[in-house]
């Protein structure tokens, strides 16, 4: 179908938009009749809604059973993913051994590569964890008392919601502790120099965190489905590498991290968007307290029961490629205070160093801190650069744009032949790093990324 049809559209009565003629391929209804589903590009694909259907049909997905409890939850039947005490540990007897923890590099380099997954023993000191895991506590606690509980409603499909899991967000902003545990400080994580060692060798050392956030288990929950933390997208190199910290000992009983070894190398090999291929059963970890998981992204994974009346705390931080977007929105979620202090390490961490994405209004094409910005807009005096035209006031081409201020358009600043005024005042951050000239600002940002 092809020609024109007139067209009028009207704005309002004062502003009518003058008639124009659109080609009847463009008109909603022409689009629709030349787009049956068998000719379409990838909608077959795209509604293949692999993995999911994959892990559905494999029985890795909760569903209630007539025979569980008020959750939906059967403790005896050893076909369900969650009771992997039976046949799933005679299995894993049988194919494994399955990684212990341990502090060797290459040990763990094996193990995260072979099986998806590595537990580093001791990754925290006996004073560390004390430390990290009195925060959470106290943490939790005082959210629960000022009504901010985050608790997740479980009984997914029973009609019941309960209140047996509560997740502690933005750690970022409470406590020093969670900071230093961001930037890997040997003083609050004492494995942070390997940790780091095994972020760069996975997700490489561009990486940005995607959230940091606790989960406490308590009784009366239902598993999570298993699923991968890095999406549906099936890569050879992990998209996303995440970290559990155990505070407390886990295993079956208390809610350990169920995990399906190998199922990252069974989902590549399985390729995008296609059945996944049988994957075998999924394990309890089992790991003392203060030991480290490191996992694949692609890792097929979820939280277990905890069918103690003890509540288990863990922490969850993931670190992804710099051009996925992020569970949390830290440019935005950043308490005032703790960006103030922020190290370059943890701006770029939190997204705070704009590199061809993540900039604002164009700052962040080449590497530019945006701290500053940030900053004007807690402050109230954040100018964007809206609708422009020749015919624009002078009030409206001089305005002191806070653009003009950074690096990207300090630089643009030195040519701008077109330039009818000079502009009046230009916002100036006091972020000593946004001042810093930007060949050193090149330096050290190089610098910030071959540290270790
Ligand atoms: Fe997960």
């Given at each position: 179908?092809?020609?024109?049809?007139?067209?009028?559209?009207?704005?309002d009565?004062?502003?009518?938009?003058?008639?124009?003629?659109?080609?009847?391929?463009?008109?909603?209804?022409n689009?629709?009749?030349?787009?049956?589903?068998?000719?379409?590009?990838?909608?077959?694909l795209?509604?293949?809604?692999?993995?999911?259907?994959?892990?559905a049909?494999?029985?890795?997905?909760?569903?209630?059973?007539?025979?569980?409890?008020?959750?939906?939850?059967?403790?005896?039947?050893?076909?369900?993913?969650?009771?992997?005490?039976?046949?799933?540990?005679e299995y894993?007897?049988a194919?494994?051994?399955l990684?212990?923890p341990?502090?060797?590099l290459?040990?763990?380099?094996?193990?995260?590569?072979?099986?998806g997954?590595?537990?580093?023993?001791?990754?925290?000191?006996?004073e560390?964890?004390?430390?990290?895991?009195?925060?959470?506590?106290?943490?939790?606690?005082?959210?629960r008392?000022?009504?901010?509980?985050?608790?997740?409603?479980?009984?997914?499909?029973?009609?019941?919601?309960?209140?047996?899991?509560?997740?502690?967000?933005?750690?970022?902003?409470?406590?020093?502790?969670?900071?230093?545990?961001m930037?890997?400080?040997?003083?609050?994580?004492?494995a942070?120099?390997?940790?780091?060692?095994?972020?760069?060798?996975?997700?490489?050392?561009?990486?940005i965190?995607?959230?940091?956030?606790?989960?406490?288990a308590?009784?009366?929950?239902?598993?999570?489905?298993?699923?991968?933390?890095?999406?549906?997208?099936?890569?050879?190199?992990p998209?996303?590498?995440?970290?559990?910290?155990?505070?407390?000992?886990?295993?079956?009983?208390?809610?350990?991290?169920m995990?399906v070894?190998?199922?990252?190398?069974?989902?590549?090999?399985?390729?995008?968007?296609?059945?996944?291929?049988?994957?075998?059963?999924?394990?309890?970890?089992?790991?003392?307290?203060?030991?480290?998981?490191?996992?694949?992204g692609?890792?097929?994974?979820?939280?277990?029961?905890?069918?103690?009346?003890?509540p288990?705390?863990?922490?969850v931080?993931?670190c992804?490629k710099?051009?996925?977007?992020t569970?949390?929105?830290?440019?935005?979620?950043?308490?005032p205070?703790?960006?103030?202090?922020a190290?370059?390490?943890?701006l770029?961490?939190l997204?705070?160093?704009g590199?061809?994405?993540?900039?604002?209004e164009g700052?962040?094409?080449?590497?530019?801190?945006?701290?500053?910005?940030?900053?004007?807009?807690?402050?109230?005096?954040?100018?964007?650069?809206?609708?422009?035209?020749?015919?624009s006031?002078?009030?409206?081409?001089?305005r002191?744009?806070?653009?003009?201020?950074?690096?990207?358009?300090?630089?643009?600043?030195?040519?701008?032949?077109?330039?009818?005024?000079?502009?009046?005042?230009?916002?100036?951050?006091?972020?000593?790093?946004?001042?810093?000239?930007?060949?050193?600002?090149h330096?050290?940002?190089?610098?910030?990324?071959?540290?270790?």
């Amino acid at each position: 179908m092809s020609g024109k049809q007139g067209c009028f559209m009207e704005k309002d009565q004062q502003n009518p938009i003058p008639t124009q003629e659109i080609p009847t391929e463009f008109l909603p209804e022409n689009v629709k009749v030349n787009s049956p589903e068998d000719e379409q590009l990838y909608t077959h694909l795209l509604k293949a809604n692999e993995p999911r259907q994959s892990f559905a049909e494999q029985g890795f997905v909760f569903t209630p059973s007539p025979k569980g409890d008020e959750n939906g939850v059967d403790l005896d039947d050893d076909s369900l993913y969650y009771n992997t005490q039976g046949s799933a540990k005679e299995y894993w007897a049988a194919h494994g051994p399955l990684p212990a923890p341990t502090k060797d590099l290459r040990q763990l380099r094996n193990d995260f590569r072979e099986f998806g997954y590595c537990l580093i023993e001791e990754a925290f000191s006996k004073e560390q964890l004390s430390t990290i895991r009195t925060r959470v506590v106290e943490q939790a606690a005082g959210e629960r008392l000022a009504g901010v509980g985050f608790h997740y409603a479980g009984g997914a499909g029973t009609g019941k919601t309960t209140h047996a899991t509560q997740f502690v967000t933005s750690l970022a902003n409470k406590g020093a502790c969670f900071r230093g545990f961001m930037e890997h400080d040997p003083a609050v994580v004492q494995a942070g120099p390997l940790i780091e060692q095994l972020l760069n060798e996975t997700v490489g050392p561009d990486f940005i965190i995607t959230s940091f956030i606790s989960i406490i288990a308590s009784q009366g929950g239902h598993p999570q489905s298993l699923h991968q933390d890095s999406g549906a997208l099936q890569t050879e190199t992990p998209l996303l590498c995440n970290h559990l910290v155990f505070l407390d000992d886990v295993d079956y009983f208390n809610g350990g991290t169920m995990i399906v070894p190998r199922s990252h190398k069974i989902l590549f090999q399985s390729g995008n968007h296609r059945p996944v291929k049988q994957l075998p059963p999924a394990i309890s970890l089992e790991a003392k307290a203060g030991t480290l998981m490191m996992m694949d992204g692609h890792t097929l994974h979820g939280t277990g029961i905890n069918q103690t009346e003890k509540p288990r705390h863990i922490l969850v931080m993931a670190c992804i490629k710099p051009w996925m977007r992020t569970q949390e929105l830290f440019p935005f979620s950043l308490d005032p205070e703790v960006l103030a202090n922020a190290s370059l390490k943890l701006l770029k961490r939190l997204c705070f160093i704009g590199n061809g994405i993540g900039g604002i209004e164009g700052h962040g094409q080449e590497p530019g801190i945006l701290r500053g910005m940030r900053q004007a807009m807690d402050a109230g005096n954040y100018v964007r650069i809206g609708g422009l035209s020749p015919s624009s006031s002078k009030e409206e081409l001089s305005r002191d744009y806070t653009w003009r201020s950074t690096t990207t358009g300090w630089r643009a600043s030195m040519n701008q032949p077109e330039r009818r005024y000079p502009p009046e005042k230009l916002w100036e951050s006091d972020d000593p790093l946004e001042q810093t000239p930007v060949d050193e600002r090149h330096k050290v940002l190089q610098e910030s990324t071959t540290r270790r």
